[in-house]
Nanobody, 119 residues
Framework: QVQLVESGGGLVQAGGSLRLSCAVS????????MGWFRQAPGKQRELVAS???????KYAVSVKDRFTISRDNTKNIVYLQMNSLKPEDTAVYYC?????????????WGQGTQVTVSS
């Protein structure tokens, strides 16, 4: 049973930074591409950043040059460094395994972590 535990969210002012973490257990973490998603109220969940097993990354246009995804295969953790945050980044953030970089998610979801950016 794969478990995903997201953490690091919170309330921050516009222009601030947060670092999210996603701890993965129960799977061969190093063999999977990973992604960070977000879901704002009334909107569909969207993929904002992904990283493959080799460390290549891909970003949504809305977060490019502000967010950085990384992974630590020794700790089974994927991170999302978020800088220059904007109110429109407010959402619940989730991580999941992907069918390749930028691909569809598969498996169960964690509980997510709330990010709120005030103006």
């Amino acid at each position: 049973q794969v478990q995903l535990v997201e953490s690091g969210g919170g309330l921050v002012q516009a222009g601030g930074s947060l670092r999210l973490s996603c701890a993965v257990s129960g799977s061969t973490f190093s063999l999977n591409a990973m992604g960070w998603f977000r879901q704002a109220p009334g909107k569909q969940r969207e993929l904002v950043a992904s990283i493959n097993t080799g460390g290549s990354t891909k970003y949504a246009v809305s977060v490019k040059d502000r967010f950085t995804i990384s992974r630590d295969n020794t700790k089974n953790i994927v991170y999302l460094q978020m800088n220059s945050l904007k109110p429109e980044d407010t959402a619940v953030y989730y991580c999941n395994r992907l069918v390749g970089i930028g691909g569809a998610p598969f498996g169960s979801w964690g509980q997510g972590t709330q990010v709120t950016v005030s103006s």
